[in-house]
């Protein structure tokens, strides 16, 4: 009979300590960066499955672009800042998971913008704040907008 009541209370014990640990400390798989391709587009990790992401309504510099690093640089600094949380919208033609992306409580896609490290992508997105971020850093001359005509993406690898 003891045997069965010190059964008990161990059960009891081990159960209080694991509500109490599921509720205070959950533990919860984060995102982690693996590969950053470019200001818009990189893989992320979350366990063993990794991903393929693409940011929604914008287009940054390719790498051989000005300001292609600096929106690369940019963008793997901010996801290895804090938590990542993804919004998906869709996958795109090469199978990558577009998406909006936040890092703590911030947009990545509207920070890109707002620093003036990427483009309003309205072939895709008429998002009329993405559009307003654009504009403040063009009348800024922040990042790319510092150059007299910079040439957008779309152009430059249609080129």
């Not at 990790?45 to 690093?69: A, S, T, V, W």
Request: net charge negative; with cysteine.
């Amino acid at each position: 009979m003891k045997t069965v009541r010190y059964a008990s209370a161990a059960l009891l014990v081990i159960g209080g300590i694991a509500a109490y640990l599921s509720t205070t400390h959950p533990f919860r798989p984060a995102w982690k960066p693996l590969v950053v391709f470019d200001g818009d587009s990189f893989v992320l990790q979350k366990n063993r499955h990794h991903e393929e992401f693409r940011l929604y309504g914008i287009d940054c510099p390719e790498k051989e672009q000005p300001f292609g690093e600096p929106a690369r640089a940019f963008t793997d600094s901010m996801l290895s800042a804090g938590t990542i949380r993804i919004e998906r919208l869709e996958q795109d033609v090469y199978g990558r998971t577009v998406a909006r992306v936040f890092v703590d409580q911030q947009s990545l896609n509207e920070a890109l913008l707002f620093n003036g490290l990427g483009w309003h992508y309205t072939f895709f997105s008429d998002d009329e704040h993405y559009a307003e971020l654009e504009r403040l850093a063009r009348l800024a001359s922040k990042g790319l907008w510092s150059q007299p005509d910079p040439t957008p993406p779309w152009d430059f690898r249609h080129r």
